[in-house]
Antibody, heavy 118, light 111 residues
Framework: QVQLQESGPGLVKPSETLALTCAVS?????????WGWVRQPPGKGLEWIGS???????YYNPSLRSRVTMSLDTSKNQFSLKVTSVTAADTAVYYC???????????WGQGTLVTVSS | QSALTQPPSASGSPGQSVTISCTGT?????????VSWYQQHPGKAPKLMIY???KRPSGVPDRFSGSKSGNTASLTVSGLQAEDEADYYC???????????FGTGTTVSVL
């Protein structure tokens, strides 16, 4: 059974960097698929932040591209997200997900709320 | 890339059917059979219900079905049950960002 679990600070100060990790169990991230991040501001809809293929290529949402970096750590079977220069607009529940080639997310983490506030 | 358009709400009585539409463009829904649908209960992660327009992941009841015509995709929930009350989001591959775009979301109520 594939399981994903997000971890990271729940509170980040404005202008600082948001950093999250998604630990994967039940499947080796280097074997295949791509691995993505989705966020959902409180009371609002879903937004793809980006994804990273098992072989390394990344795809970022154009609206966030200048501030987002994703990476894989195959030794720990986890992948990471960094968002720089955060503002209150980056306050959201952040989900990690495994992505099929057709972009559907078939396994998801439970989500972690990140609040941007001083 | 703009969000796909869904009606804000839909409802039906137990046992009835409800259909949710999702409208995009030829650069997303209309150009690719890569439409997926998610169910999200309050405080929970999205759950994949339909992928590649019509396919159901293992464990998803066959009461859930998907279709597509032109730039519009649809999700039909037949035989509505109380546990189907949730938010539903469509999603499609989008050539503009090679990543995908979500719909605006529809809240389904079981009366």
């Amino acid at each position: 059974q594939v399981q994903l679990q997000e971890s990271g600070p729940g509170l980040v100060k404005p202008s600082e960097t948001l950093a999250l990790t998604c630990a994967v169990s039940g499947y080796s991230i280097s074997r295949g698929y791509s691995w993505g991040w989705v966020r959902q501001p409180p009371g609002k809809g879903l937004e793809w932040i980006g994804s990273i293929d098992h072989s390394g290529p990344t795809y970022y949402n154009p609206s966030l591209r200048s501030r987002v970096t994703m990476s894989l750590d195959t030794s720990k079977n986890q992948f990471s997200l960094k968002v720089t220069s955060v503002t209150a607009a980056d306050t959201a529940v952040y989900y990690c997900a495994r992505r099929l080639a057709t972009t559907a997310g078939d396994y998801w983490g439970q989500g972690t709320l990140v609040t941007v506030s001083s | 890339q703009s969000a796909l358009t869904q009606p804000p709400s839909a409802s039906g009585s137990p046992g009835q059917s409800v259909t949710i539409s999702c409208t995009g463009t030829s650069n997303d829904i209309g150009g690719y059979n890569y439409v997926s649908w998610y169910q999200q209960h309050p405080g929970k992660a999205p759950k994949l219900m339909i992928y590649e327009v019509t396919k159901r992941p293992s464990g998803v009841p066959d009461r859930f079905s998907g279709s597509k015509s032109g730039n519009t995709a649809s999700l039909t929930v037949s035989g509505l049950q109380a546990e189907d009350e949730a938010d539903y989001y469509c999603s499609s591959y989008a050539v503009s960002n090679n990543l995908g775009v979500f719909g605006t979301g529809t809240t389904v109520s079981v009366l």
